[in-house]
């Protein structure tokens, strides 16, 4: 059904006007008590083999959307409504700005793929700080009811902003937000941003991340809010490793790997030439196996000391399989979304249920790493 909606619908309009439509439609349905309860009864079905812990907090299962759909925290119960065990929202900036110029997002139909060129498009930590408030303050009266997901906030650096006053850049959003999110993270990955991805050297990453984690722990006295990094694919295996061993240096929560690529030279892309060559950061399927092999390079680094999410070409159940298996504790997608439609999540998790069953192991915790393991067994 919704293989022809995209086809005949969405295909047909700009990738930017889909998506705000989309989402339009998601928020709406959230807002329906009635509508909500039929589409995550349909959605949304609770599988107790797939519960899950990580970053302090029980979650129903372990895939979740990624940064970049919600990017000002809009529709986070109706994502969740749809089957996301948690829900990323951003990134967000310390100020308010409209991003790049349009055209700025771009299909590559054949090849399951996006680029985008967005360039941090939000409506500011201050704004985003204040609905997240609000939304906390309706769930603390009883609304809405359903599943509640794990919100993660995706913190990123202000365009104008210097590079020298990065670090300051961070901190307001981190104080401004960090009460309202079961988990931070630090974006040094996009390339959208000029100057951004520099930041993701060992030299300028330590300060940056122990200014983060002293405004959180300041924002939060109470209770530890966990902090974690995103990190490019097209790091060298160098790089990777040193930030793995500065995330166990700092103490830091989790590793998301990876973000969207730059890269488009061994790719196989099959599509319109002309979109390929767009700049912008490029996600979908043809960015699994880098993916994958970062995954795999800092759980061989890091192991069970550092929790570490998977993303970047997950469609498929054999994929959210094979992230838990080289290691990742919890998955995330986005791309995928676009082409598969609100039925993607589910589909995921009867897949991994599938999986997990025919498997030698009786929970995914015991499944995290176990490729490793067993090569290193081997």
């Given at each position: 059904?919704?293989?022809?909606?995209?086809?005949?619908?969405?295909?047909?309009m700009?990738?930017e006007?889909?998506?705000?439509?989309?989402?339009?439609?998601?928020?709406?349905a959230?807002?329906?008590?009635l509508v909500?309860?039929?589409?995550?009864?349909?959605?949304?079905?609770?599988?107790?083999?797939l519960?899950?812990r990580?970053?302090?907090?029980?979650?129903?299962g372990?895939?979740g959307l990624a940064?970049?759909?919600?990017?000002?925290?809009?529709?986070?119960?109706?994502?969740?409504m749809?089957?996301?065990?948690?829900?990323e929202?951003?990134?967000?900036t310390g100020q308010?700005?409209?991003g790049?110029?349009r055209k700025r997002?771009?299909?590559?139909?054949?090849d399951?793929?996006?680029?985008?060129r967005?360039?941090?498009n939000n409506?500011?930590?201050?704004?985003v700080?204040?609905r997240?408030?609000a939304?906390?303050?309706?769930?603390?009266?009883?609304?809405?009811?359903?599943?509640?997901?794990?919100?993660g906030?995706?913190?990123?650096?202000?365009?104008a902003?210097?590079?020298?006053?990065a670090?300051?850049?961070?901190?307001?959003?981190a104080?401004r937000l960090?009460?309202y999110?079961?988990?931070?993270v630090?974006?040094?990955s996009?390339?959208?941003?000029?100057?951004?991805?520099?930041?993701?050297?060992?030299?300028?990453l330590r300060?940056?991340?122990?200014?983060?984690?002293?405004a959180?722990?300041?924002?939060?006295?109470d209770?530890?809010?966990p902090?974690?990094?995103?990190?490019?694919?097209?790091l060298?295996?160098?790089?990777?490793?040193?930030?793995?061993?500065?995330?166990?240096?700092?103490g830091l929560?989790?590793?998301?790997?990876?973000?969207?690529?730059i890269?488009?030279?061994g790719?196989?892309?099959?599509?319109?030439p002309s979109?390929?060559?767009?700049?912008g950061?490029?996600?979908?399927?043809?960015?699994?196996e880098?993916?994958l092999?970062?995954?795999?390079?800092l759980?061989?680094?890091?192991?069970?000391r550092?929790?570490?999410?998977?993303?970047?070409g997950?469609?498929t159940?054999d994929?959210l399989?094979?992230r838990?298996?080289?290691?990742?504790?919890?998955?995330?997608?986005y791309?995928a979304?676009?082409?598969?439609?609100?039925?993607?999540?589910?589909?995921?998790?009867?897949?991994?249920?599938?999986?997990l069953a025919?498997?030698?192991?009786?929970?995914?915790?015991?499944?995290?790493g176990?490729?490793?393991?067993k090569?290193?067994a081997?």
């Amino acid at each position: 059904m919704y293989s022809l909606l995209f086809k005949t619908v969405f295909a047909r309009m700009d990738p930017e006007a889909a998506h705000r439509l989309a989402f339009g439609l998601i928020r709406l349905a959230a807002r329906l008590p009635l509508v909500r309860g039929v589409i995550a009864a349909r959605f949304a079905p609770r599988r107790e083999e797939l519960g899950v812990r990580a970053l302090g907090r029980s979650m129903p299962g372990p895939f979740g959307l990624a940064a970049g759909f919600d990017k000002n925290a809009e529709g986070i119960d109706g994502l969740a409504m749809l089957g996301f065990d948690h829900v990323e929202v951003g990134t967000v900036t310390g100020q308010a700005q409209p991003g790049n110029p349009r055209k700025r997002l771009f299909r590559l139909l054949p090849d399951r793929a996006l680029i985008n060129r967005m360039g941090f498009n939000n409506d500011g930590s201050a704004a985003v700080g204040a609905r997240l408030a609000a939304r906390a303050r309706r769930r603390g009266s009883g609304r809405p009811a359903g599943r509640t997901p794990v919100v993660g906030v995706n913190i990123g650096k202000t365009k104008a902003v210097p590079e020298e006053e990065a670090a300051a850049d961070y901190v307001t959003s981190a104080r401004r937000l960090a009460a309202y999110a079961d988990y931070l993270v630090v974006n040094v990955s996009s390339p959208n941003t000029p100057g951004l991805r520099a930041l993701q050297a060992t030299e300028s990453l330590r300060p940056l991340l122990g200014a983060v984690r002293e405004a959180a722990d300041e924002a939060v006295p109470d209770r530890r809010v966990p902090l974690l990094v995103k990190i490019a694919p097209d790091l060298a295996d160098e790089d990777v490793d040193a930030v793995a061993d500065l995330a166990v240096e700092l103490g830091l929560d989790g590793i998301i790997a990876t973000n969207t690529t730059i890269a488009r030279d061994g790719l196989g892309l099959s599509g319109d030439p002309s979109i390929a060559s767009e700049t912008g950061g490029l996600s979908g399927a043809p960015l699994r196996e880098r993916s994958l092999e970062v995954l795999r390079r800092l759980y061989a680094r890091v192991g069970d000391r550092v929790t570490l999410v998977g993303v970047g070409g997950v469609t498929t159940a054999d994929d959210l399989w094979q992230r838990i298996l080289a290691g990742a504790t919890l998955v995330q997608g986005y791309s995928a979304f676009v082409y598969e439609g609100p039925g993607w999540a589910r589909k995921l998790h009867a897949g991994l249920a599938e999986r997990l069953a025919a498997s030698p192991y009786a929970t995914l915790a015991e499944a995290v790493g176990a490729e490793n393991r067993k090569a290193e067994a081997a």
